[in-house]
């Protein structure tokens, strides 16, 4: 592969996507399937299925082409290829399901695909067409199916990720791309536990700060984010609660969960000012909650807003939201050397019942009434 000659002020926009040049995706299976795992031996994204799919992009050839998929493997790629060095990279996080009914359904597919599509230009990553990792993902999950599993609590968790390929080293968005989506088998985040997590409000780092990458999945976010996570772990706390970069104030996100507490009568989670992503599972509990009735605010929640509540005995809860977890109860929170202990340091009630009410859409056991499934 030959090297391009260095681009000084190369930094006009990429020419648009040429849809057309797609095609349908080609599809070229195993001739080595492997043994899948039993259920009960499932863990978080250890084991992978038996293909992956994939679409290249290339500015000097009109956009993304060629998508396929093909057995899952390892990609080949140049020392030089620029996401190793300027982390021009970012990702998504969805789920099947394997219904009571043997049906295989994805959640909320096109709100994520519709996030990996939005998020892409505040990297200078091409925006992937929404049709496109639709039929990319639905293609891969259809070929995979047998992989998906079916005792209560698993799921196969899908990943798209697009990372630049080009082999330049130039500080400039990359002209070469891959889209690729690989999925793993996972098991029950919880168990049958729901155990309460024990978090610790971080006010020495920061993880994403309003204007920079929080509001996109990028794979930055999440290197920024270790340092605190391994500090509070030797604490003995299972995460941090991000506050803002700016006066480490007004609570963020619980780890990579979106936060939401329940104050009184009130359903409060913070607002989407650029240092917090857009959670699919913050989406679909804000509206849950606000089908059934709950006043649901998206405000600056501050830390003392927080203590006077605790004090006052209306701070009812405190959880995490994702798709990892769907729900995780927050039972202590540590603040300034001391741990604040929150519902008796047991799961709370709306906690609860989001976690069965999301859980039941998912997995079929109740009526779809937002279309957020969709079936395979
Ligand atoms: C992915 C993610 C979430 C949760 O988003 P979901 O779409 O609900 O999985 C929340 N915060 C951060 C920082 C994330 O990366």
């Given at each position: 592969m030959s090297l391009p000659p260095p681009q000084s002020g190369d930094l006009g926009p990429s020419p648009a996507p040429n849809q057309s040049a797609r095609g349908p995706i080609s599809i070229h299976l195993t001739s080595a399937p492997r043994a899948r795992p039993k259920d009960a031996d499932l863990v978080f994204g250890r084991v992978f299925t038996d293909h992956m799919a994939m679409v290249d992009y290339d500015a000097d050839q009109g956009g993304w082409f060629d998508p396929r998929v093909v057995p899952y493997g390892p990609l080949v790629l140049d020392p030089a290829a620029a996401v190793f060095h300027y982390a021009q990279e970012m990702f998504d996080g969805l789920k099947a399901f394997r219904g009571a009914d043997g049906k295989v359904r994805i959640f909320r597919l096109d709100r994520h695909c519709k996030r990996l599509h939005d998020g892409a230009p505040r990297l200078c990553i091409p925006s992937v067409p929404q049709d496109l990792s639709h039929a990319a993902i639905t293609t891969l999950v259809e070929t995979d199916r047998a992989w998906v599993p079916s005792s209560p609590g698993t799921s196969l968790y899908i990943r798209p990720t697009v990372i630049a390929t080009e082999?330049?080293?130039?500080?400039?968005?990359?002209k070469r791309y891959v889209f690729f989506v690989i999925a793993s088998p996972v098991g029950g985040y919880h168990g049958d536990a729901f155990t309460p997590a024990r978090i610790l409000v971080e006010d020495k780092y920061v993880r994403a700060a309003v204007g920079g990458l929080g509001g996109v999945k990028a794979g930055a976010n999440y290197i920024a984010s270790l340092r605190a996570a391994e500090d509070a772990k030797a604490k003995g706390y299972a995460q941090v609660l991000w506050t803002d970069a700016h006066e480490h104030r007004y609570l963020e996100e619980v780890g990579t969960m979106n936060m939401v507490a329940l104050i009184g009568d009130e359903i409060v989670t913070p607002p989407l000012t650029g240092s917090i992503l857009e959670g699919v599972t913050r989406n679909s509990i804000i509206t849950l909650l606000r089908d059934w009735g709950f006043s649901v605010s998206e405000r600056p929640l501050g830390m003392e807003e927080l203590l006077r509540a605790h004090k006052a005995g209306t701070l009812r809860e405190i959880f995490g939201c994702g798709t990892a977890a769907v729900i995780t109860p927050v039972g202590t929170l540590g603040w300034k050397g001391e741990d604040l202990v929150i519902n008796g340091g047991q799961p709370g009630e709306v906690a609860r019942r989001l976690f069965e009410a999301i859980t039941a859409i998912q997995y079929g056991r109740a009526p779809d009434t937002h279309g957020w499934m969709t079936e395979v």
């Open positions: 082999p330049f080293l130039g500080v400039r968005p990359a």
